[in-house]
């Protein structure tokens, strides 16, 4: 508990002045133009905008997948990004540090949902009986355990996205980003997700951004960063309990 | 850790399955083809084997017998059996023809050898039935291939013979089955006329004044019956006794016989580097292309299979998948194409290599060699492949 708290005071994710130009000269094309942001362990917070803002640019720059143009990046109180330094292994970053929630799942279909879970450990290099022990435990923290063994095409929507939310937990990473998690899913079904989304924050204390368009789970986050050409600005939630 | 490359194949393993065995057909094709080479120069292997000959003996400055015609007198071999070192010698007459039977043509090699003791260079080494030849005319032993029955009359040209013996791998260096018939009866076929050519030729000797000289009797007919007199061979099979050297008793029969001698050597290179070469060479064009082939199709097998994969390739790449890791998956995937696709083709080439007309010999060394080919394609192929999926942004599972 004391490194949790420890943790808890450090920002899961700090963003002071990101900037992501894409292209040179008269066909450069500012997408993020001085994004600041602090996100918290154990939070939930929603990032909203309309197409074309920004969202996914922000999304990659922070997801370690593109590399900002300027500014200031820390994950968990280390700097992976400041005005054209990085780290050297963003790959192995991403596998141990940040989860992804997609739209669509995205699992791997010629895996089994155990090993889709596990796979996360064994490519950070645990050996296979301990990664299926974590994700079959991670399975029964999302009440999926009992399709351990099915294949992916044997799911249901709602089971595929959480077998795919515990894939990006499957590393203990301190930072999930979620793109349009509940997008293909309908009311009741994405209000479960997000429900899990919240206990799992609260749990593991990790800090989750929610890109998300979908007007029914809006309401539920306490925070929200609207995006619009290329500027985010923090507003309160009303924090709707699901 | 996981396996992902068989994990994708038995996710789809029928779909890989008959890929592979799509591969494998072609893989058969560039077998048999190695197989077909290998079988033409098996022919001629043991056409030589077979003989039971240390040299050939041949009209001068030809090649002689069996890529090159060659007509010798069949008495000079009583001058060759003189000669230090000659153990035993043998007359032999060769020609192909088509042959009648059973209401359709099958192309032989006539073979004439002189019957008068077994063993004789030229006569067949052994009988897979019947007996050894023991009449001076009209009987025959056949290579099994011929499809003559123990017992058969068969009608070669103007004359019947009965089948005695049956012999097997007994072809020309073109694969066409050998009907051994004795010496006489060979040399009729090969050199005598038929009768109208013989009523022709006399009435032409007739008329030429050079042979129809009033002031010289019997002139006439000596040059006339020296037209119906068959006394030519095409090679005399020269068997040498333990320990000589052959090619000093071939110096020596072309120092002093005014003939050609090929060792064993000598002849192989004949047949096998000469007779062959423009055929070796065409199949090698053959094999190289179907090589070619198969590298396009397998490229574009797993080149099709790894596009399909983008998005998975894009997450494995987003949650930290090494290069290596996927470059492996595809390299797998790719060899274990190559290898379903080897052994169905090995199998395949082994079924119908038997159906073809010539003789196909699929050796163990060309299959392992030709495994570790396919294998050698297979991951050169895949490195078309692997660069793509290098080359997919792991920005492409977020939203693109």
Redesign the interface.
């Given at each position: 508990m004391d490194r949790v708290d420890k943790m808890d005071n450090i920002p899961a994710i700090k963003l002071s002045g990101l900037k992501k130009r894409y292209g040179t000269g008269d066909a450069a094309v500012d997408a993020l133009k001085g994004v600041d942001m602090t996100i918290w362990p154990g939070e939930v917070v929603g990032l909203v905008g309309p197409s074309g803002s920004g969202k996914?640019t922000l999304?990659?720059c922070l997801?370690a997948?593109?590399e900002p143009t300027a500014g200031r990046m820390e994950l968990a109180g280390d700097v992976i990004y400041e005005d054209g330094w990085k780290i050297p292994d963003l790959?192995?970053l991403?596998?141990?540090r940040i989860g992804?929630v997609?739209?669509a799942p995205?699992l791997?279909?010629?895996?089994d949902v155990t090993?889709n879970v596990?796979?996360?450990p064994?490519?950070?290099g645990q050996d296979?009986a301990s990664a299926r022990k974590r994700a079959l435990e991670l399975l029964t923290a999302l009440d999926v355990q009992h399709r351990a063994g099915a294949?992916i095409s044997q799911l249901s929507g709602g089971e595929q996205q959480r077998v795919a939310i515990a894939?990006s937990l499957a590393n203990h990473a301190p930072i999930i980003?979620a793109?349009?998690p509940t997008a293909p899913l309908d009311s009741e079904r994405a209000l479960t997700v997000v429900r899990i989304l919240n206990d799992l924050a609260r749990e593991y204390r990790t800090a989750i951004i929610v890109v998300t368009h979908d007007e029914k789970i809006i309401p539920t986050f306490k925070r929200i960063y609207h995006i619009r050409d290329g500027k985010t600005h923090e507003e309160a939630g009303e924090g709707r309990s699901i | 850790m996981i396996n992902l490359a068989s994990r994708d194949v038995l996710h789809g393993w029928g779909k890989f399955l008959f890929t592979g065995v799509g591969l494998g057909l072609l893989i058969g094709a560039t077998l048999t083809m190695g197989g077909v080479f290998r079988g033409m120069v098996d022919d001629g292997q043991v056409l030589i084997d077979n003989s039971g000959a240390d040299l050939w003996v041949v009209q001068q400055g030809t090649l002689g017998p069996y890529a090159e015609p060659s007509s010798l007198r069949d008495d000079v071999w009583r001058g060759i059996a003189g000669i230090e070192g000659v153990a035993e010698t043998g007359n032999a007459a060769y020609l192909t023809i088509q042959m009648a039977h059973n209401g359709k043509d099958t192309r032989v090699m006539i073979v004439g050898i002189e019957v008068d003791r077994p063993n004789r260079p030229g006569a067949p080494p052994y009988l897979i039935a019947g007996r050894p030849i023991l009449q001076g005319h009209y009987e025959a032993i056949a290579d099994e291939r011929a499809g003559l029955k123990l017992g058969e009359r068969v009608k070669i040209r103007r004359h019947d013979y009965t089948v005695v013996g049956l012999t097997r791998r007994m072809v020309s260096s073109s694969g066409d089955p050998m009907i051994f018939v004795p010496l006489k009866d060979a040399q009729e076929i090969q050199f005598l006329k038929d009768n109208d050519a013989l009523v022709n030729e006399r009435a032409r000797t007739a008329a030429n004044p050079a042979f129809n000289r009033p002031g010289v009797p019997g002139l006439l007919e000596a040059a006339q019956a020296s037209a119906t007199q068959a006394r030519s061979v095409n090679t005399v099979l020269v068997r040498l006794t333990p320990g000589t050297d052959p090619a000093t008793v071939a110096n020596e029969i072309q120092r002093w016989k005014r003939l050609t001698a090929y060792t064993r050597a000598q002849m192989e290179d004949i047949l096998i580097a000469k007779l062959i070469a423009t055929s070796a060479k065409q199949i090698g064009m053959f094999l190289v292309i179907l090589a070619v082939v198969t590298a396009a199709i397998v490229a574009f097998i797993i080149y099709t299979m790894t596009l399909a994969k983008v998005r998975e390739i894009a997450v494995l790449k987003l949650i930290g998948a090494k290069n290596r890791i996927i470059a492996g998956m595809i390299l797998q995937q790719s060899l274990a194409l190559g290898i379903i696709g080897f052994l169905v083709g090995r199998i395949a080439a082994g079924l119908w290599g038997p159906a073809f007309p010539k003789y196909v010999l699929l050796l163990p060394g060309d299959a392992v060699a030709g495994f570790a080919i396919v294998l050698t394609i297979c991951a050169l192929a895949s490195s078309v492949a692997i660069r793509a999926a290098l080359a997919i942004d792991p920005a492409e599972a977020i939203g693109g």
């Open positions: 996914s999304l990659k997801g997948v593109i790959r192995a991403r596998r141990d992804f997609f739209q995205y791997i279909p010629f895996l090993d596990a796979l996360l064994m490519l950070a296979n294949q894939r980003l793109d349009e | -």
